[in-house]
């Protein structure tokens, strides 16, 4: 028996102890409440993340399987030396998954969404480019410009690639390992950034000293008087 409780009357006892029973109900409740939400939070960012991860991987296997950088290679020859050959361009269709949940897509952690957006705006680009390229007509624009746009195409390709990679290593590292494993990713890439920078540090240096030292040319000394 707490002591000052003797000095109050049976019903305010009652009620008093009744209240914290309440309280402690309230605080229960709502604890049990945000765990569940916790839960579900967590369950709906692996569900969007697996999603998103196996568009991407079946885009990026697709890639790889048509060997893009030799096959690219050999019809943009094929543009150059064939008298009006442009190959037919499909329509694509990589990111249905993403325009179906991109209303949740900040439901996903810094880390993830960045590279994700990243690839899926690479995307959009190969599309409007995919749209230029279907009108092409090689007799208009001459052959060395039309190779030159396809091999363009090709680039956009092979930079949805390196992002592509990028999306997928991100969002593994966080579907294994959480927030810790994405964080010592992050700090292993900045670090690896800036030993590459350190050892470009010196040739930059060079370079710049090179330029430097170069004698600046007179436009008006270079004139013979008249």
Known sequence: MIPWLATLNPATEAALIGGIFVSLGWIVNGWQNRKRDAAVRAERVRDVQRALYAE??????ALRR???AAYGARIAQRIEQEPGYFPVIPTEHNDMVFRAIVADIHVLPRATVDPVVLYYSQLTVISAMIGDLRSVRV?????DRAAEMYRDYLS???????????ALTMMQAHLSGG????ARLGMLRRAEEERRLAALKPELLAYVEAESARPVSNPASARSDP
């Open 56 to 61: 991407i991987r079946a885009y990026l296997a």
């Open 139 to 143: 007799q208009r624009i001459g052959a």
């Open 179 to 182: 927030a810790n494993a994405t």
């Open 66 to 68: 048509d060997d893009i």
């Open 156 to 166: 956009m390709k092979l930079e949805a690639l390196v992002l592509g990679e990028d």
